[in-house]
């Protein structure tokens, strides 16, 4: 399983951004895809994860300006991220696996990652 990020950059607070993670053609259907964030000195953490039967996942800080969304066709899964601040820079990775403890916002349940795209918001 490969997958590439893309659409990181700079924005300024209130701003918006879309990320965009494309997955090779081998991900299996039955994977739960998601976003993850690590800021310099912090634990990476669960931003918003999306099942194979749609059920979807989001940290609470993100709830509300945060959307996860998939495009089987294109095998595509994107994160459309609005009234962003300051507290949402960091680097965000794309994973992929099979949830087995039932906690999709954990990133110990992915086997796949993708080298990450950088969002910095400047306040």
């Known amino acids: 399983v490969q997958l590439v990020e893309s659409g990181g950059g700079t924005v300024q607070a209130g701003g918006s951004l879309r990320l965009s993670c494309a997955a090779s053609r081998y991900t299996e259907s039955r994977y739960c895809l998601g976003w993850f964030r690590q800021a310099p000195g912090k634990e990476r953490e669960g931003v918003a994860t999306?099942?194979?039967?749609?059920?979807?996942y989001y940290a609470d800080s993100v709830k509300g300006r945060f959307t996860i969304s998939r495009d089987n066709a294109e095998n595509t899964v994107y994160l459309q991220m609005s009234s962003l601040k300051a507290e949402d820079s960091a680097m965000y990775y794309c994973?992929?696996?099979?949830?087995?403890?039932?906690?999709?916002?954990?990133?110990?349940?992915?086997?796949?990652w993708g080298q990450g795209t950088q969002v910095t918001v400047s306040s």
């Open positions: 999306l099942d194979s039967d749609g059920g979807i």
């Open positions: 994973a992929a696996g099979r949830i087995r403890f039932g906690d999709p916002l954990n990133p110990d349940e992915y086997n796949f």
